[in-house]
């Protein structure tokens, strides 16, 4: 099982990224998948899920209205739009899953099994 995140960068406060998270080695649309950040000195968090049925998605208040996940045209790539980003929003960004878990819900408040090697978004003012 492979996730490789890409799409970081460096980017003005009030611009846009977009992460992609392609999958290997299993059937990405199968299990909820997520993305997840980790600021320096701060716990991991869930900013978007993603169910199986790709029907469903969890986001957070925080990033609600500024964050979209969905799923790309070829199955295995899920991406994070990021739009409006603020300073706050640096970080190191992660995309995860858990093999056994079909809810986006559950697994934002869960913790992944399964995690990419992460893309560092810098938002600078």
């Known amino acids: 099982v492979q996730l490789q995140a890409s799409g970081g960068g460096l980017v003005q406060a009030g611009g846009s990224l977009r992460l992609s998270c392609a999958a290997s080695?299993?059937?990405?649309?199968?299990?909820?998948i997520g993305w997840f950040r980790q600021a320096p000195g701060q716990e991991r968090e869930a900013v978007a899920c993603?169910?199986?049925?790709?029907?469903?998605?969890y986001v957070p208040d925080f990033v609600k209205g500024r964050f979209t996940i969905f799923r790309g045209e070829a199955k295995n790539v899920v991406y994070l739009q990021m739009d409006n980003l603020r300073p706050e929003d640096t970080a190191v960004y992660y995309c995860?899953?858990?093999?056994?878990?079909?809810?986006?819900?559950?697994?934002?408040?869960?913790?992944?099994?399964?995690w990419g090697q992460g893309t560092l978004v810098t938002v600078s003012s």
């Open positions: 993603l169910s199986t049925n790709n029907e469903i998605t």
């Open positions: 995860g899953t858990d093999l056994g878990q079909a809810s986006s819900y559950a697994l934002c408040h869960g913790r992944p099994t399964e």
């Open positions: 080695g299993f059937t990405l649309n199968r299990p909820a």
